[in-house]
Each structure stands twice: as C-alpha cells, then as structure tokens.
C-alpha cells in the first residue's frame, strides 16, 4: 500500500475520480463530504495526506485547513487544496502556519493529481513506506508521523460518505 489519503469534496463525482486514480496507483481513499466530516474522521482515519475542495458546505477547504494546522496532532499533515478557485493558489493560503501544502487546480490531469499526492506522502521525513526521499521535493515542516508515531487504525468505513 502506497498510503492513505483523505479526499474530501462536496461533489461525489470529484470524489470518485479522485479516489480511482490515487487507488490505480495503490493509495487506500477514505472520502468526507465536507469539511466538517472530515475533521470528525481524521483521527480514526489517520491519512498520509488529506485533498481538500476550497468551496463545500459546513466547513470550506481553506477553515478545515486552518483547523488541521491547529491541532496539534494533524498540524504538520500534509494538505493539498484541490479546487477550481485557481485565485486561492497565489493569495497566501498555500505555505505558512495556516495553509497548505499544495494547490491543484480543477480540472487536472490525473498524472497531476498522482504525482502531488506521492510527493506530499514519501517527499517528507520518515513518511509512511517512504523510499529515499521521493519524487519532487519536500515538504517542509513534516513528522514521522502526524498521530503521534502508531500505525494501526481503528474500524472506519472505507467510504465515509452518508
């Protein structure tokens, strides 16, 4: 298993693809509809990374990242925004304490979409699994591991969507 991330988008069709083209390449894809389900699952999830739509009802993509980076067990989890607002990219909410990792915007090209989420979970120190390092960079600021250093993770649906 190559990692596992949390994908969390409104829509279920954005979701979807997301999920068959990261699961292609031997991710596990746990999905939330929107930002506020995502923080109630990932703790028990404990994703590698987390892909974030900015625009969703409850709890946007950009507050649900101000509240990862708050917390201290899922501040240095890798986040990437993955959102049509391309303006988002350059107005401050990519790097710094409170946003996030990377930006893609939509539409992307799966390779794209592939190629980040990879970088974000084996191009930070002691990622899970990870192989010397990765393909395209660091991450800054990441840990051995975003929960506190165990593996296992409890019963949560493989699909978190109600």
Do not use: W, Y
């Amino acid at each position: 298993m190559s990692g596992r991330v949390l994908v969390v988008d409104d829509s279920s069709v954005i979701r979807q693809l997301i999920r068959v083209n990261l699961e292609l390449e031997g991710f596990e894809v746990v999905t939330a509809v929107d930002g506020a389900e995502c923080l109630d699952v990932v703790h028990r999830v404990r994703p590698d990374v987390v892909t974030l739509d900015a625009v969703m009802p409850r709890l946007d993509g950009v507050r649900t990242a101000e509240r990862l980076r708050a917390d201290p067990r899922t501040r240095h989890l890798p986040l990437a925004l993955v959102s049509a607002c391309t303006e988002l990219e350059g107005g401050g909410v990519v790097g710094g304490e409170r946003g996030v990792d990377a930006f893609l915007g939509k539409p992307f090209e799966p390779a794209d979409l592939v190629q980040m989420v990879h970088r974000l979970t084996f191009g930070r120190p002691g990622a899970a699994g990870a192989e010397g390092g990765g393909s395209a960079g660091r991450v800054t600021g990441g840990t051995p591991d975003a929960f506190g250093g165990a593996d296992e993770v409890s019963e949560v649906s493989e699909t978190v969507e109600r």
